[in-house]
């Protein structure tokens, strides 16, 4: 059996989530890392783009998402997995990590978030 994977990792976002006031409205830096289990036995075929799922229009997904304002980070990687889900149902498992980087919580850290894992 064979396990196909769409790895993205390390896309940066500028966005405004956030508790605090600042963060609703500076916003801050945000790193994704995305991994979708999928099968894409037919692009490795044919060679064709219909045989997978496209790197771009994903990204697109995920920076719409993140457009949209939260307070928490929960919630905005929560409509990321369900959009993606929704809109290519060939799609097995999601991990998606989201990290707010730097943040102002006055520690000294690359980053905090959250990570979610489907696997239907």
Known sequence: MQTHKIVIEGLHIHANHGVMELEQTVGADFTIDLEITTDFTKAMETD??????????????VKGEMAVPSQLLE??????????KQTFPDIQAIRLRLMKDNPPLGADCRGMGVEIEIND
């Open 48 to 61: 064709d783009l219909t045989g997978t799922i496209s790197y771009a229009d994903i990204c697109e997904i």
């Open 75 to 84: 919630h905005a990687a929560g409509r990321i997995v369900k959009t993606l």
